[in-house]
């Protein structure tokens, strides 16, 4: 999968893939927060959100832009919903560099391309004069929809849902249903008036199996209507044996439907699912994630999803998931860019948050306060580690190494950086002794390795040298690893340095001579000539300039620099 979205990242940058459909801005709309923007800037974009988040209604909203569909075809006021004749509704969307507005005044739906328009038109004269003067056409744009929740049997269809009679009785509802189902098969015209069959091909058959994790030799999909005069689907499995899709799984049956329908999409067009995991268990979700990479691949499509399954969206790429939340004044907002986890957070899944050391307190005040500001507070667990750097070096990594830890990160003041961990595999095998590791080791730490207890087998009889060493060469090979991929370090020196702002000090205490604080060069003085200065305490100084330093994220080289280590840890 992570290959598949590395193509895919490729080619969209490069223009081999082309989202028609950029933007969605609901202007006002419901219980929406006003002017919120759905940005679409990846092939795939998941809505995703609890229940009554608006992400159903996002889709409805993406699904009045085709060509052949208008707004009233999904919003409407029924005969017990409250009638408000005044109500407005607007919306736009950008396609092609292109914005195109549509809105809702006194029982209208009209398009125009400008919001200062909408001034002008208040009574009915002037939406009439308006209409009759200037009109907007909709783009052409291709948009298919698959509804899951919508994919039912014929067979559930007419035993549950259609009044074929006025008896409840069960047993004549299934008498009916097994009576009229044998005209499937008395019917040997594939097409006609009661009847279309469609034959699933190889390909297609290859696809419903991977993401099943079955082994059918045929599907035969049936649109008919044999029950009750209405049109319904039946789906016929061949395996060992032959059954509908009453005797199956709904799963097999929305899968098989569902691979058909997107087989015959055409290239460049935009697809909408909604809850795609209905039915389909969390290993047939994810091979069908795996499906739907490579359909965008072969087909260029843009595809939008909105689910509440953590199986869709794990591990997906931030720019992918657009996260739909409830704010304290009970409007819809919707997250752009969302680490998978915040999104897991938001749907109340269980998971394991990222663990992070740092040397210090200051260093955990810091990150503590871009989480707080960035919303990844309930994502990460940050500690300091009393022992300092040596310590961490010499005991906490040693630890996680040996133990494979992979959800806990280390983030080390930037005068503790040396240089990068040696890429190993590009070293010749004939250069890779005992004294490689061990000069490899403190010159990518500064650590002696003779200074770590690696707990190398220690039994006396255990006199075998060369076992020894490559004992040591293995765990010295785990600690790198670990300290290549689970290791950061702050931007600046030590974090004093990422905080201290002397124009900011200047301003705050402009009262004071800061000249001996501006004309030293070590960021920890400067806070304690400051204190000394102030009266105010270290820890209460480096509150003042952390709240300061998260309200300059805009235009923080540190503070964006430091968030995106946070962001590539979430991403790991």
């Known amino acids: 999968m992570e290959e598949l979205l590395s193509k895919i990242n490729s080619l969209y940058e490069k223009g081999g893939i082309k989202n028609q459909l950029q933007q969605l801005t609901i202007n006002y709309f419901r219980s929406f927060e006003k002017n919120t923007v759905i940005k679409f800037d990846h092939p795939l974009a998941v809505l995703v959100g609890k229940n009554g988040t608006g992400k159903s209604t996002a889709l409805k909203l993406l699904k009045a832009l085709s060509t052949n569909r208008k707004p009233n075809d999904y919003f409407f006021e029924s005969a017990t919903d409250p009638e408000d004749t005044e109500k407005e509704y607007i919306f736009s969307f950008e396609i092609d560099g292109n914005t195109y507005i549509n809105f809702k005044k006194k029982k209208q739906w009209l398009m125009i391309d400008d919001l200062t328009e909408l001034d002008k ?52 509802k299934i008498s009916y249903t097994v009576k009229q189902s044998a005209k499937l098969m008395q019917n040997k015209m594939n097409k006609s008036s009661n009847k279309t069959a469609i034959y699933l091909s190889e390909g297609e058959l290859k696809e419903v199996n991977y993401i099943l994790g079955r ?58 699912l909604d809850e795609p995991e209905i039915s389909i ?12 990479l490579k359909t965008i691949l072969a087909k260029k499509l843009q595809v939008i999803i909105s689910t509440h ?78 022992g300092g750097a040596e310590s961490i070096k010499t005991l906490i990594i040693t630890a996680f190494s040996k133990s494979d830890t992979k959800n806990s990160f280390i983030i080390f003041d930037g005068d503790k950086y040396i240089k990068n961990v040696v890429e ?36 006396k009889n255990n006199n ?93 080289e540190n503070y964006q620099r430091l968030k995106a280590i946070l962001d590539e840890i979430l991403s790991r």
């Open 121 to 172: 038109l208040n009574t009915s004269q002037e939406i009439y004069s308006y209409l009759k003067t200037k009109k907007l056409c909709k783009p052409s744009i291709v948009i298919n929809d698959i509804e899951f929740k919508a994919l039912i049997g014929a067979f559930d269809k007419s035993l549950f849902f259609d009044n074929i009679s006025r008896s409840k009785n069960m047993d004549k």
């Open 215 to 272: 082994s059918y030799k045929s599907i035969t999909i049936y649109k008919h209507r044999y029950f009750n005069g209405t049109w319904g689907t039946t789906v016929l499995f061949e395996n060992d044996m032959v059954y509908s899709e009453f005797n199956s799984g709904s799963g097999e049956f929305i899968i098989s439907i569902t691979i058909n329908k997107i087989k015959t999409l055409p290239n460049n067009s935009i697809l909408l």
């Open 281 to 292: 268990h969390p290993g047939a979700q994810k091979r069908f994630m795996v499906y739907l």
């Open 309 to 386: 399954s953590p199986t869709i969206i794990e591990k997906l790429p931030n720019s992918c998931i657009k996260n739909f939340t409830i704010n304290g004044d009970n409007k819809i907002e919707v997250s752009n860019s969302a680490n998978y986890l915040e999104a897991f957070y938001n749907l109340e899944c269980s998971f394991d948050k990222k663990n992070i050391i740092v040397e210090d307190d200051l260093s955990k005040d810091i990150l503590l306060s871009i989480c707080a500001e960035e919303k990844y507070s309930n994502l990460f667990d940050i500690n300091f580690f009393p």
């Open 424 to 459: 190993l595999k590009a070293i010749s095998e004939i250069n890779k002794d005992i004294g490689f590791y061990k000069n490899e080791f403190q010159s990518t730490t500064g650590v002696n390795s003779s200074t770590v207890k690696w707990g190398i087998n220690g039994n």
């Open 464 to 556: 075998d040298q060369k076992q020894k060493d490559l004992e040591l060469s293995e765990l010295i090979i785990k600690y790198l690893n670990f300290y290549k991929n689970n290791v950061c370090f702050f931007p600046e020196q030590v974090p004093e340095q990422i905080i201290f702002d002397l124009d900011y000090a200047k301003n705050a205490f402009g009262y004071l001579n800061l000249s001996e604080i501006e004309q030293t060069n070590n960021f920890k003085e400067k806070f304690l000539k400051l204190s000394c200065l102030t009266g105010i305490d270290i820890k209460s100084l480096e509150k003042i300039f952390i709240s300061y330093f998260v309200k300059q994220k805009k235009v923080s």
